[in-house]
């Protein structure tokens, strides 16, 4: 059973800087595509980054240059480093991975599988 569980959130001022984890369980970084997503408060879920097992990368446009998505095989783990924090990134951060299979080209669209629970990402001005 796959299971995924966030952690890292918190208060940030504006400006600064947090590392987002998701420790997964039950599936095997090879065979997954690893995403992250976030829903500010009355609005829609949107998504942030993804990973494939090829380590190609996808952003969306208003965090790309200041986020960072990687994963720590060894780990089973895989970060949301963002740093330029600013108000509009508040939000809670979900981590999301999707079955692929091996997948050494970019990384596409999924709809995905398996969800965490969420950690909540707040920046203050």
């Known amino acids: 059973q796959v299971q995924l569980v966030e952690s890292g959130g918190g208060l940030v001022q504006a400006g600064g800087s947090l590392r987002l984890s998701c420790a997964a369980s039950?599936?095997?970084?090879?065979?997954?595509?690893m995403a992250w997503f976030r829903q500010a408060p009355g609005k829609e879920r949107e998504f942030v980054s993804a990973?494939?097992?090829?380590?190609?990368?996808n952003y969306a446009d208003s965090v790309k240059g200041r986020f960072t998505i990687s994963t720590d095989n060894a780990k089973n783990t895989v970060y949301l480093t963002m740093t330029s924090l600013k108000r509009e990134d508040t939000a809670v951060y979900y981590c999301?991975?999707?079955?692929?299979?091996?997948?050494?080209?970019?990384?596409?669209?999924?709809?995905?599988?398996?969800w965490g629970q969420g950690t909540q990402v707040t920046v203050s001005s």
């Open positions: 039950g599936l095997t970084f090879s065979a997954y595509v």
């Open positions: 990973i494939n097992s090829g380590a190609n990368t």
């Open positions: 999301a991975a999707k079955r692929t299979g091996l997948r050494t080209g970019p990384v596409g669209d999924y709809v995905y599988d398996h």
